[in-house]
């Protein structure tokens, strides 16, 4: 079982920067797709980017093409989420999560098996 520990969330002006990252611990952690979500106050949880076992499979929300991207370290058991030009609607608490059974990720939640706790994410206008 996996251990998802979230880092890097702020309060940070709208078109400003932020670095999120997720250390995991507890599991061979390249045996698991990796997925970041996002939940802002009121709205249901929304699939934000994704990425394969191996590193080389991504998958984006279209909201957030072009300005997020996300990377892993398998040696290092992180994955990480570079947000550029935020947006006051980025505002949300991001988590990540681990898929313990597929080789890609993919949008669903569900699909998902262990979560981290969130970090807060707050956008400025």
């Known amino acids: 079982q996996v251990q998802l520990v979230e880092s890097g969330g702020g309060l940070v002006q709208a078109g400003g920067s932020l670095r999120l990252s997720c250390a995991a611990s507890?599991?061979?952690?390249?045996?698991?797709?990796m997925g970041w979500f996002r939940q802002a106050p009121g709205k249901e949880r929304e699939f934000v980017s994704g990425?394969?076992?191996?590193?080389?499979?991504?998958l984006y929300a279209d909201s957030v093409k072009g300005r997020f991207t996300i990377s892993r370290d398998n040696a290092k058991s992180t994955v990480d989420l570079q947000i550029h030009s935020l947006l006051p609607e980025d505002t949300a608490i991001y988590s990540c999560?681990?898929?313990?059974?597929?080789?890609?990720?993919?949008?669903?939640?569900?699909?998902?098996?262990?979560w981290g706790q969130g970090t807060q994410v707050t956008v400025s206008s």
């Open positions: 999560a681990a898929d313990r059974d597929r080789i890609y990720s993919g949008r669903d939640p569900y699909e998902y098996d262990y």
């Open positions: 507890g599991g061979t952690f390249s045996s698991y797709a």
């Open positions: 990425i394969s076992r191996g590193g080389r499979g991504t």
